[in-house]
């Protein structure tokens, strides 16, 4: 996997399948290079076309029905990678100000890039079954009245515990390309450890929890230690 001179991913020898869908939801750095990328999960239950379908709505935007976001790219659970944006640019990621290492940045989507992964996030397990957010057909009753919804069951299989709280688990494909993705980035754009490592939740802790500490505290530090070899 290379990246060209524009900022798009191209695959090489056996990479992933990698799609290509254009947003419009953009905006232009302020700094020459992304400085980081923001890690990010797309919640929701997920399909076969979950991420397909997901990248194709953010191409183009209408104010007064879309909601402000956008990513550069997505990864699904097959380790599809689907770009809608250059690394180049930024996207509608975060949508906030933040610090990176010591420096304060009026709004992290002008220096940084943001990568979607396709997971349901944090599960509620009930007997035997789970269920990702908002996991229950009326969610705004009173907890005692509640009732799951049956067409936000998570596979078995998919539910790991991590802390003490089950999640969503990341599969070995996306994190392969996570890892590639990653690689590419570091190479091309010079990073250190510190700046591949930040979270959406870093940024926004009050509302915000992706990608999770599944992620953050298993995965990515282990991707980490593989592509800077420490």
Not at 80 to 101: D, K, N
Not at 116 to 134: H, I, M, Q, T
Not at 166 to 182: C, G, P, V
Request: aromatic fraction near 10%; hydrophobic fraction near 40%; proline fraction near 6%.
């Amino acid at each position: 996997m290379i990246l060209d001179t524009h900022g798009w991913l191209v695959p090489t020898d056996s990479d992933p399948t990698i799609v290509r869908y254009t947003t419009v939801r953009t905006n232009s750095l302020a700094t020459i290079y992304p400085i980081g990328v923001v890690w990010h999960w797309t919640g929701g239950k997920g399909n076969s076309k979950f991420s397909e379908n997901l990248s194709r709505s953010i191409a183009n935007y209408n104010p007064q029905k879309d909601r402000a976001a956008s990513w550069n790219a997505l990864i699904a659970k097959d380790g599809t990678i689907y770009q809608s944006a250059s690394f180049h640019v930024g996207t509608w990621h975060v949508g906030r100000p933040g610090t990176i290492g010591s420096q304060r940045w009026a709004s992290i989507n002008r220096v940084t890039i943001g990568i979607e992964l396709e997971n349901a996030g944090r599960l509620l397990k009930v007997d035997s079954k789970f269920y990702c957010w908002p996991f229950y057909v009326n969610p705004t009753v009173a907890e005692k009245k509640r009732l799951m919804d049956p067409s936000l069951e998570i596979q078995m299989e998919r539910a790991i515990m991590h802390g003490g709280v089950y999640f969503d688990n990341y599969t070995a494909k996306q994190i392969e390309s996570a890892k590639l993705i990653l690689a590419v980035l570091v190479n091309r754009f010079k990073w250190k450890p510190e700046v591949c490592i930040l979270e959406h939740s870093k940024f926004d802790p009050e509302r915000k929890e992706d990608p999770g500490p599944l992620w953050s505290e298993k995965i990515l530090p282990s991707l980490i230690a593989e592509i800077f070899q420490t």
